[in-house]
């Protein structure tokens, strides 16, 4: 199934408090990051790989489409459930168009570590806001591949990549926690013969480790320094198709649980969330404030931990988030900061020099959200501190979201409980990451489409 993309017209929304208490129980979308890799680990894999809760947003699509301009057949058989027959790790073709990645970093960075280990070309654009991201993070270590690649000033988008079949295997240290350029070395190491080598100064999340060895590769990891790892990849190693399932995204849970934990009186439960220890930075964080947060049902599906979160709203306090940190909680800082708002006493969260590269710079978007809801907010170097009302909000202003989903979604919790509406100037881009936000919203009382 080819899917079209038509760019959203912009779908401003006002936003007040609801009439009554959030209550309900409610399953959200696929994990985006496991979608993405889903699709290009199983691209890459020989025979046909069944996916089952597949992330439908603008951002996956985008992925899907590309893996199959490269080669992979790829075909939707329901809703969140999708079908990869794969070419293999030497059965990539050189694609015939522009790979347009829409919105997504991850996809593109990603991609570049496949396309720089096959001797073939390709060039990779994205929206406006994917256009002005920096690259060069990817570029500079997957320059040692031997690949070639040619971008605008500053390393971005557009992209020409010139591949090479025969890489070197990579041994690379990251400067900063980085997820995205650690899968980028490693999807290279690939299609090297030797062993690839990634040292990270903090453990970032692990799904692309885990599904290298879901799909039969060799990945040792060990423990480097101070929560550092190194993690070490066999190349040209034989990639089998093996079914998956993708667990809730806990970065989409968030905002629904956020929502319940504010709104006087709610109660909410988000069944089947991922709860990869890599990726709870957040819950971590909201139970230190107080937040009654309760996880129950744990299990495992397709090597990803995973279970139900009940929310119940209650008295939040300040909370001093260590830098440490960022890396398991790096897309939920918007939210967490909506969330400090409401919170009694000031909190601070420290090390936040990535998000200024993220969808927008983030780390002002979410300063100057949080100002358009009258909330008191500093940044001081690259920490951000914030100082709670121990209550609802004013609310009352204008948010600009700079074309960054987790933005808009950020701001319309803010509303929900603010003392008076919040404007939120574009919801449109919700969809490219969690497309139904605004219903699923509803279902549990938000009153949002009225």
Known sequence: MKTDHVQSSVRALTVQAPRAPLSGSLQVPGDKSISHRSLMFAALARGTTHITGLLEGEDVLRTADAMRALGAEITRTGIGNWTVRGCGLDGLHEPADVLDMGNSGTAARLLSGILASHGLTAIMTGDASLRSRPMRRVMDPLAATGAVFLSRQGGRLPLAIQGNANPPPLSYRLPVASAQVKSAVLLAGLNAVGETRVEEPVATRDHTENMLRHFG??????????????????GRPELVARDIVVPGDPSSAAFILAAAL???GSKVSVRGVGLNPLRTGLFTSLREMGADLVISNERVEGGEPVGDITATAGALHGVDVPATRAPSMIDEYPILAVVAAHATGQSRFRGLEELR??????LSATVAMLEAGGVKVEVVGDDMIVHGTGGAIPGGGLVQTRMDHRLAMSAVVMGLAAGQPVRVDDTAFIDTSFPGFI??????GAGLAA
């Open 357 to 362: 590269v993220k969808e927008s710079d983030r």
């Open 217 to 234: 590769a060799t990945v040792r990891v060990e423990p480097m320094g101070a929560g550092g790892r190194v993690i070490t990849l066999q």
């Open 262 to 264: 504010l709104v006087p």
């Open 439 to 444: 219903t699923l919203m509803d279902s549990i």
